[in-house]
């Protein structure tokens, strides 16, 4: 049976048990529905509870509560991914396969060929993410930035970090060889819209630091390469921990 887990905030804990927010209770009548005496596993921040569903009253469900343990963190190293803002749709994608991979912070980016302009962080955005790290038992959820300029991104102080640029030239260095050379502790990656960023935005991208590297011969979709680029690095990272190194997984060991 699949493990049913929803991640809540912690005003809805207390020493007395769980009392589940309209939303929550919602989801979980109405959704799964479930009834008094159904078992459910919350999480609220790193820490698995197991709730015994005990009274429906006023529209909220409470329950009481046993902790459990405390959730593994993504296994990858710190990421940021900012990405051109495309369409709600992939938008989803790249936050739901992120927060699954081990990104730590969205950044949407507004660029000259970005056709989607939100101002403001969606609402939806931060229930797919809180959503992603329920379903795969992810112990942080990730943060979802506000929408920023491309130079305003670029101008920030990004700390110690691994920059890099997505591009399609060929002459790029592969991502995974810029990964080996440097293994960074820290990982920035940066993706453009639809059609890729201006030429003049990608020198300014490289003027700031950013290493341009590829993934591909072929040309990806935005929320393609952002899943892939984010993939890879959660691979190498797990295996630079030495994590993946018995040879049954098919990488080599060192």
């Not at 051109?84 to 991979?101: F, S, Y």
């Not at 950044?107 to 970005?114: A, D, F, G, L």
Request: hydrophobic share 35%; proline share 7%.
């Amino acid at each position: 049976m699949k493990k049913r887990r929803v991640v809540i905030l912690p005003d809805e804990l207390s020493p007395q048990g769980v009392l589940f927010s309209r939303a929550h209770s919602h989801y979980l009548v109405n959704v799964l529905r479930l009834g008094i005496g159904a078992e459910i596993f919350a999480q609220c921040g790193r820490n698995e509870y197991l709730v015994r569903l005990t009274v429906l009253e006023g529209g909220r469900l409470s329950g009481s509560a046993s902790f459990v343990g405390v959730l593994p963190d993504s296994g990858c190293v710190p990421l940021v991914l900012a990405f051109g803002c495309v369409r709600p749709g992939p938008v989803e994608e790249i936050l739901r396969h992120g927060t699954e991979l081990g990104v730590s912070s969205f950044v949407p980016i507004v660029t000259r060929r970005t056709t989607r302009r939100p101002d403001s962080p969606k609402r939806r955005w931060t229930a797919v993410v809180a959503c992603a790290c329920s379903q795969s038992g992810r112990g942080t959820i990730p943060e979802v930035e506000a929408p920023v300029t491309l130079d305003r991104f670029l101008t920030r102080d990004h700390g110690e970090t691994c920059k890099m640029l997505l591009s399609t030239d060929r002459a790029s260095t592969p991502m995974l060889e810029v990964l080996e050379e440097r293994r960074p502790a820290h990982v920035t990656i940066l993706v453009g819209p639809e059609g890729g960023l201006d030429p003049s935005e990608e020198q300014t991208a490289i003027t700031e630091g950013f290493h341009p590297v590829m993934l591909t011969e072929t040309v990806l979709k935005t929320e393609t390469a952002c899943i892939a680029a984010v993939g890879l690095v959660a691979c190498w990272s797990r295996r630079s921990l030495g994590e993946l190194r018995d040879p049954s997984c098919g990488l080599p060991a060192d």
